[in-house]
């Protein structure tokens, strides 16, 4: 199983970003990719969320009408709409593949992880 993160970079606050996450290598009709971003010196911490079988959709409270997660299922990828950038945004994002049925808002709840990309909003 392989996941591919892309998308980050350097923005100025106010900008935005799209992070796209495809898997591959996986058989599961039913699953799950969410974002989760680590800043330095901080834990890993969950972002968004969604689930192909359904559709359903998470966001951490901080991102919330911020940011913007959406699926293509054909084609196993997840899609993180970032906009309104600001500092406190600037982690290392990382998208994990739960290959079972429904949400899980914590990173145990993951079984395969990408690579991670960079994300710095400068001020």
């Known amino acids: 199983v392989q996941l591919q993160a892309s998308g980050g970079g350097l923005v100025q606050a106010g900008g935005s970003l799209r992070l796209s996450c495809t898997a591959s290598?996986?058989?599961?009709?039913?699953?799950?990719i969410a974002w989760f971003r680590q800043a330095p010196g901080k834990l890993r911490e969950v972002v968004s969320c969604f689930s192909n079988s359904d559709g359903a959709t998470h966001y951490t409270d901080s991102v919330k009408g911020q940011f913007t997660i959406s699926g293509e299922n054909a084609k196993n990828t997840v899609y993180l709409q970032m906009n309104s950038l600001k500092p406190d945004d600037t982690a290392v994002y990382y998208c994990g593949l739960r290959t079972r049925w429904g949400i899980r808002v914590d990173k145990d709840g993951y079984d395969y992880w990408g690579q991670g990309t960079l994300v710095t909003v400068s001020s």
């Open positions: 290598g996986f058989t599961s009709d039913d699953y799950s």
